[in-house]
């Protein structure tokens, strides 16, 4: 019989990960890796080494792979030198995002296009990519092929306010890992999406600092205090 932690154990395992290096992102590379992951960790700037260094002070390793989310190009081209490189790639976690607060009607094209490219685009290019790359491979011994975790946001669901292109993005996330889960689930591929509400993060710096939105917000959120990065680490 299987125990539940041989279930959650990621010995052996290599993930790829977007959005990596701060944030609900950094928290949940660094569970990852203490479950037992490899990373390969998508940046843009390879200044940052922070992430790395965490993940490899748990005896784990650690490849940084230089990529423009904001170009389909680049994005095009990481799989396959990931896969020359002769990586095997377990988990995607794809959670890199940006944002752009714009009142709807004045709402830049540009913007609106650099929010759609990094936080749908891109996730679905590397959904396709990895996903082909897990259904070449046979299952495990526990019929897996291999897992997929999308970061959606409660605003997936809610739409917000002045961020327009956000909720567009996250919206296409979370149905886009339902098409991907009702396709592959069947395959051995968990296709799933996390979805966080208000959490401290850099991203919401705006909110958290608008003393009257932030005390609205607060009074909405049962636990009474916004999430933290940490939250995550379990969830992933």
């Not at 790829?16 to 944030?23: A, C, D, N, S, Y």
């Not at 389909?72 to 490189?85: C, G, R, Y």
């Not at 092929?145 to 999308?150: A, H, L, T, W, Y």
């Not at 098409?179 to 919401?204: C, F, H, Q, R």
Request: proline share 3%.
């Amino acid at each position: 019989m299987t125990s539940v932690l041989q279930l959650f154990s990621l010995e052996g395992q290599t993930a790829l990960v977007t959005g990596g290096t701060r944030g609900i992102g950094q928290a949940m590379t660094i569970a990852l890796a203490e479950a037992g992951a490899d990373i390969l960790l998508v940046q843009r700037d390879t200044s940052n080494t922070e992430t790395k260094s965490k993940i490899e002070s748990l005896g784990r390793k650690c490849t940084i792979y230089t990529t423009d989310l904001s170009s389909h190009s680049s994005v095009s081209e990481l799989v396959p030198k990931i896969l020359a490189d002769n990586h095997t790639i377990h988990v995607l976690l794809n959670c890199a995002g940006i944002q752009a607060r714009h009142p709807a009607h004045q709402f830049p094209d540009n913007d609106w296009n650099l929010v759609l490219q990094i936080n749908l685009n891109a996730v679905f290019t590397l959904c396709r990519d990895v996903g082909a790359h897990m259904l070449s491979r046979p299952v495990d011994q526990y019929g897996r092929r291999g897992s997929i975790i999308n970061v959606a946001s409660l605003l997936s669901f809610q739409g917000g306010i002045t961020v327009p292109a956000y909720a567009a993005s996250k919206g296409g996330v979370a149905q886009l890992t339902k098409a991907l889960s009702n396709e592959w689930a069947n395959k051995g591929i968990n296709v799933n999406a996390i979805a966080p509400g208000y959490i401290a993060t850099d991203m919401n710096e705006a909110l958290i600092k608008d003393q009257d939105r932030a005390t609205s917000i607060l009074s909405r959120i049962p636990a009474g205090r916004w999430g933290s990065p940490e939250d995550f680490k379990g969830v992933a």
